[in-house]
């Protein structure tokens, strides 16, 4: 079974390959994924390549099931704008874009990582 990838490797690779924008911009993220781990993984040789494969998946998942923009205007209803409605739907639509094409996603990460 595989382990769950510690949070440096799906926390970076959230916020850097996976970023909303990145992906709601189009198709260049899947072909820049593989790219982005293979080099993560030279600079970490002792990484699985299962904990690598899974990172896309853990940080899909965590996006959505963080509360950020939902907790927000609980906390402080002053802060609520447009930008951060924005953001938060454009973290939900990038997440669910990522879920989508989780399978070909995996696919080109194991033939880039093996």
């Not at 990838?5 to 911009?25: V, Y």
């Amino acid at each position: 079974m595989t382990r769950c990838p510690g949070r440096g490797i799906w926390h970076r690779l959230r916020r850097i390959g996976c970023d909303p924008k990145i992906i709601l911009a189009g198709d260049q993220w899947v072909r820049g994924l593989p790219e982005l781990l293979a080099a993560y993984r030279e600079e970490h040789p002792a990484a699985r390549l299962d904990d690598l494969v899974s990172a896309v998946a853990v940080g899909c998942a965590w996006t959505l099931a963080s509360l950020y923009t939902l907790t927000e205007p609980l906390d402080n209803p002053r802060v609520v704008d447009a930008s951060l409605l924005a953001y938060g739907r454009a973290r939900h639509e990038a997440a669910l874009v990522v879920l989508d094409r989780i399978n070909e996603i995996q696919a080109a990460l194991r033939d880039r990582l093996r």
